[in-house]
C-alpha cells in the first residue's frame, strides 16, 4: 500500500514538473496553435488541388481530350499515396526550404496539402460519381455550361455525401503533423519533448500530449456526427 502511494506522489510531482512548474502549460499551448494552424491551411490546400484533380478525373472519363491530364493526377496520387508523409516532409523542406531565412511552417503547410490532396482527391471524385448522371443532363438542359453545371450542381451535392468522409480526413491529417518537428517546428509533439528532455519525465509529456491530440479528435469526432445527424435530418424533410 505505502509504495503504491509512493507511486501516485511521484507520478504527481511528475506531471507537476511537465505541465504547472515554470508554467511549461504555455510550452504546449503554443505548440498546439502551431498544429492548428499547419493543420488548417493544409487542408484548404489539400481541398483545393484535391478537387481540381478529382474534376480532372472524373471529366476525363467524358471527354478524351483530358486523358493526359488525368494520367499525370494519377501519376500524382500513386506517388502521394505511395510513399511516406514523413519522407515527403523531408524532401520537400531539404529540397525547397532548407535555405537561410525559409520557413519550415511553411513548408509543412505545403507537405501536408500536397499529401492530403491525394486522399481529397479520390474521395470527391467517389462522391461525384455518385451524384446522379440526370443533374448533369438537367443542367445543361437549362444552357449551363459543363464547367457552371459542375461548379453549382454537381459539386455542392457531392460535398454533401462526402463531408463526413472529409472531416475524418481533417482529422487524420491533424494527428500526421505530429512528425513536423523533425524538420524544427515547435509544436505540440516537440514542446512535449522539449520539456521530457528537461525535466526528465519524458512518459509524462508525452502522456499529455497524447491526451491533447485525444480531447481534439473526440470533439472532432462529436461535432462531425452532429453534423451527419443535422445532414440526415434535412434530407428527410
Known amino acids: 500500500m505505502e509504495n503504491m502511494i509512493q507511486w501516485f506522489e511521484t507520478q504527481g510531482e511528475k506531471y507537476y514538473q511537465v505541465l504547472i ?22 487542408v484548404i490546400v489539400g481541398a483545393v488541388i484535391g478537387t481540381l484533380i478529382a474534376i480532372i478525373k472524373y471529366s476525363a472519363t467524358r471527354t478524351k481530350k483530358l486523358g493526359l491530364l488525368a494520367a499525370i493526377c494519377n501519376l500524382y496520387i500513386t506517388i502521394i499515396r ?68 459542375m461548379i453549382s450542381i454537381i459539386l455542392p451535392q457531392a460535398i454533401r455525401n462526402i463531408l463526413p468522409a ?5 482529422i487524420v491529417l491533424i494527428k500526421e503533423t505530429a512528425i513536423i518537428g523533425n524538420i524544427g517546428v515547435i509544436d505540440v509533439t516537440k514542446a512535449g519533448q522539449n520539456i521530457g528532455m528537461s525535466t526528465y519525465a519524458y512518459v509524462q509529456s508525452l502522456i499529455i500530449v497524447a491526451l491533447i491530440y485525444l480531447v481534439v ?13 443535422r445532414m440526415a435530418r434535412s434530407d428527410r424533410r
Open 82 to 149: 505511395g510513399t511516406p508523409v514523413y519522407v515527403q516532409l523531408l524532401i520537400i523542406y531539404f529540397f525547397a526550404f532548407n535555405t537561410r531565412g525559409s520557413s519550415p511552417v511553411l513548408a509543412g503547410i505545403i507537405c501536408f496539402g500536397i499529401n492530403s490532396s491525394a486522399y481529397v482527391a479520390e474521395i470527391i471524385r467517389a462522391g461525384i460519381e455518385a451524384v446522379d448522371k440526370g443533374q448533369t443532363e438537367a443542367g445543361r438542359s437549362l444552357g449551363l455550361s459543363g464547367v457552371q453545371t
Open 166 to 170: 472529409l472531416g475524418n480526413e481533417f
Open 21 to 42: 512548474e515554470n508554467d511549461r502549460y504555455k510550452a504546449y499551448i503554443t505548440g498546439f496553435g502551431r498544429t492548428l494552424l499547419i493543420s488548417f491551411f493544409a
Open 217 to 229: 479528435v473526440v470533439i472532432l469526432t462529436k461535432l462531425l456526427k452532429m453534423l451527419e445527424r
